[in-house]
């Protein structure tokens, strides 16, 4: 979830961006995330005939459709937060 909201607030984002704004996330963790989530067709992946390759990641129309619900799910956890943490 975190990466697909990282992807929603811009058009067109580089992996060392995406890991820039997850830093608790290992590049491999990513990298996998990524994959799995293109494989979903959550996302989208362009690679740019540079040296050295230029890769950009961006949320395809499936992905942008489940940014509103990844939103109502996080406004739910918000409201419901004290529910869920014990006070000692």
Avoid at 5 to 31: H, M, Q, W, Y
Avoid at 53 to 81: C, F, M, Q
Wanted: a negative charge; one cysteine or more; glycine letters at 4%.
């Amino acid at each position: 979830m975190l990466v697909l909201c990282v992807l929603s607030e811009n058009e067109a984002t580089r992996f060392s961006a995406i890991g820039r704004a997850l830093p608790d996330i290992s590049p491999k963790v990513l990298s996998e995330t990524l994959k799995n989530l293109e494989a979903d067709r959550l996302i989208s992946r362009k690679l740019y005939p540079e040296v050295p390759p230029k890769v950009e990641y961006s949320l395809t129309e499936l992905g942008r459709s489940l940014i509103p619900i990844i939103g109502e799910l996080i406004s739910w956890a918000a409201d419901n937060y004290d529910v869920f943490v014990k006070n000692d």
